[in-house]
């Protein structure tokens, strides 16, 4: 098992409420990622980060926002959710970049958001 | 662009028995990770087997293997003498040396008792 963690587990909001998920690693990892997976769907892919003071936009487009101050913690923050954010997020690390190319990623176990 | 393609959206396979899972890619790169991902019903998604695109050898975790053919640009799963905690969603993923993770839709793998 990865050493990655996610808090909230679980999560019901209501609308318009600011909610930041939180995620840490403590495998000294560069790269972390957050995805966005509804239930047995595929994962998209909504922000990532090479290091620290980095941090990109993926491929879907999304209403939040992340920082990474330090390498161990990249949290996401949602300013006012909304029904259509009702999703499970998974937060991913790996490494910097061996000789051959990128290494694994390793899951944390996903924060199951509910937003009435 | 980088895709991949996992064209059994559901998959069941006896107890005790093989199942193979297939997934196909696309990219222009000849240097890249392959990955298999397993993701038991509400749990944490894990790695189950790798393969580097410049190794011939296929890689062998245990029950898992892979069938990996760089030319058809498949990247398959077999899982021999299934078990029930074999029942996940599989996914397939594909990573270049762009870092970036592509990942298929996912397989739905039941386990009959």
């Known amino acids: 098992e990865a050493d990655i963690y996610q808090t909230p587990r679980y999560l019901v909001i209501g609308t318009g409420k600011k909610i930041t998920l939180e995620c840490s690693q403590t495998?000294?990892?560069?790269?972390m990622y957050w995805y966005q997976q509804d239930p047995g769907m595929e994962l998209h892919l909504i922000h990532y980060s090479y290091g620290v003071n980095s941090t990109e936009k993926g491929d879907l487009s999304s209403e939040s926002t992340v920082s990474r101050i330090r390498t161990e913690h990249f949290p996401l923050t949602l300013e006012s959710a909304r029904p259509s954010h009702t999703s499970q997020y998974l937060c991913?690390?790996?490494?910097?970049?061996?000789?051959?190319?990128?290494?694994?990623?390793?899951f944390g176990p996903g924060t199951r958001l509910l937003v009435l | 662009a980088q895709t991949v393609t996992q064209s059994q959206p559901e998959m069941s396979v006896q107890e005790a028995e093989t199942v193979t899972l297939s997934c196909t890619y696309d990219t222009s790169e000849s240097d890249y990770y392959l990955f298999w991902y397993k993701q038991p019903p509400s749990r944490q998604m894990i790695l189950v087997i790798r393969q580097e695109a410049y190794k011939q050898q296929n890689a062998t975790e245990n029950r898992f293997s892979v069938n990996f053919q760089k030319a058809a640009k498949s990247f398959s799963l077999k899982i021999s003498d299934s078990q029930l905690g074999d029942a996940a969603m599989y996914f397939c993923a594909f990573s270049n040396t762009g870092n970036q993770f592509y990942f298929g839709t996912g397989t739905s793998l039941t386990v009959i008792p």
């Open positions: 495998m000294g990892h560069d790269k």
């Open positions: 991913a690390s790996s490494p910097t970049r061996g000789r051959r190319g990128q290494e694994t990623q390793y």
